[in-house]
């Protein structure tokens, strides 16, 4: 370290606050770095995982809203206006599912775009026979509740299969939100790591070059003074070593040329 005492103590001092003021910017910018990361990655569980199951969770309550529609449908077969609104409203809600299904579907893995397409044929065979059913009601063919319910019987097959493959797509995805939460938690850990290091290391980049430079400055003032002290008490002998030619060394080189004068 013998370039230190080459260059003045201004210099000295201002390298000791760039070494500190680039290691503080390193902190920040790993600091930025890991939280663009974490919000990179909560953006992306948000509008994809999060987003699947909100829909899906919305997918479940339409599936149920049809069912109970479907009930309100053929237990008012015989009033004609509660018919049509029941239909309307179970229809609604068919449209919706499909909208909803449509909607999560790109965002899927293959096992799981294969489980919604799946239920998507149940819903449409559950549709159809609801249909024919209500066509039969129009005709006058089918006149009480359990009738109704004895035509849909070939249709429970295929509701529950969709309750199946609605299961098993729910499933897979908290799988998936469970896995980027995690990933989250790791990553936060590893950029709390990196900000620790990296104000442990600028740190102690500061405090080592902090000890030199006070080692360097201080060092030649106390020889200095003590030259000092024994030329004030008449001691011409002791040689004065001087080394650099920054402020401290010149000081010393001039107390030497003082006690060589004086000698």
């Known amino acids: 370290m013998d370039w230190l005492s080459r260059i003045t103590v201004r210099a000295k001092l201002m390298l000791l606050l760039l070494v500190f003021s680039v290691g503080m910017v390193g902190v920040s910018l790993a600091g930025w770095m890991a939280l663009s990361r974490t919000v990179s990655t909560a953006q992306s569980l948000v ?92 005709r006058g063919e089918v006149n009480d509740p359990w009738r109704a319910n004895q035509l849909l019987e070939p249709s429970k097959a295929d509701i529950r299969a969709a309750d199946a493959a609605l299961a098993s797509v729910a499933e897979s995805v908290n799988q998936r939100v469970d896995q980027a939460v995690a990933g989250m938690a790791e990553l936060q850990r590893q950029a709390l790591a990196w900000l620790l290091a990296g104000a442990a290391s600028a740190l102690g980049a500061s405090l080592g070059l902090g000890y030199l430079i006070a080692q360097r400055v201080a060092t030649p003032l106390q020889r200095a003074v003590q030259v000092i002290e024994r030329v004030a008490s008449g001691d011409l002998s002791q040689a004065v070593i001087h080394r650099g030619t920054d402020e401290t060394a010149r000081l010393l080189a001039g107390v030497a040329a003082m006690q060589g004068s004086l000698s």
């Open 47 to 138: 509008e994809s995982e999060v987003a699947a199951v909100r829909t899906l969770g919305e997918i479940r309550a339409g599936v149920g809203n049809m069912r109970r529609f479907e009930k309100d449908m053929f237990l008012n077969l015989s009033y004609e206006e509660d018919l049509e609104r029941y239909r309307i409203s179970w229809k609604q809600q068919a449209d919706g599912i499909r909208t909803a299904m449509a909607g999560i579907e790109d965002g899927l893995a293959d096992q799981e775009r294969a489980a919604l397409q799946t239920m998507r044929e149940g819903i449409a065979n559950y549709e159809k026979v609801v249909e024919t059913i209500l066509v039969g009601i129009s």
